[in-house]
């Protein structure tokens, strides 16, 4: 699958990946660049989008990151936060820039 499909099967539910695995929705609500979930579901079901990216005082993580970010955020209505608001209201936290289910 393209980026951009992956991006809408997350936004609608459903379980997604690129071919190199590079971009991925679980299915559940998570949107994944590599291992890091970089997007999520609020509480009414709108997503959501961490800005793990160098843009508006993020959280840098690589180039390839900050795309599926800047895409997923397009997609999302731009409804970004920052990372710390991304981890304490979301429920995820990391070490490093590895970020999982609280």
Known sequence: MKLE???NA???GKYARTPNGSLSSDGSG???SYN???GTKD???Q???GNFRSLNGGHYVSQ???THVGMAAEA???NTVTVDTFQKIYGYQGNGSIFSPA
């Open 5 to 7: 499909q992956v991006i």
């Open 10 to 12: 997350w936004i609608e």
């Open 30 to 32: 998570n949107l994944r």
């Open 36 to 38: 890091l979930v970089i």
């Open 43 to 45: 509480s009414k079901g």
């Open 47 to 49: 997503p959501v989008v």
């Open 64 to 66: 390839t990151t900050s």
């Open 76 to 78: 999302a209505g731009f």
